[in-house]
Nanobody, 124 residues
């Protein structure tokens, strides 16, 4: 079992930056692949970024490539999402997720554990 708690969301203006954090508790965090997803009202949950257990593989949605950076610290059981040059269309609830395959997976279904989410609102 892995418990995930996100933090760092808030209300910012377009062009600002935010850093989301995901704190994991439970066993063998370093074995899990991690991902960030987001969901806006009335829309499906979508992939944002993912990272493999070692950090060696990282993937990003086209919409955030070049602006967002995912990283992890296995010693501290944390995953971060650095978000720069934020746009109003980035407004959503952001969720951290863990998959037992240890891979940087882009789809929702393979993830075994999810956090409760943190809200990011970007005003124009």
């Amino acid at each position: 079992q892995v418990q995930l708690v996100e933090s760092g969301g808030g209300l910012v203006q377009a062009g600002d930056s935010l850093r989301l954090s995901c704190a994991a508790s439970g066993r063998a965090f370093s074995r899990y692949g991690m991902g960030w997803f987001r969901q806006a009202p009335g829309k499906e949950r979508e992939f944002v970024a993912s990272i493999s257990w070692s950090g060696g593989a990282r993937y990003y949605a086209d919409s955030v490539k070049g602006r967002f950076t995912i990283s992890r610290d296995n010693a501290k059981n944390t995953v971060h999402l650095q978000m720069n040059s934020l746009k109003p269309e980035d407004t959503a609830a952001y969720y951290c997720a863990a998959n037992g395959a240890g891979q940087a997976i882009l789809s929702v279904a393979p993830y075994d554990y999810w956090g409760q989410g943190t809200q990011v609102t970007v005003s124009s």
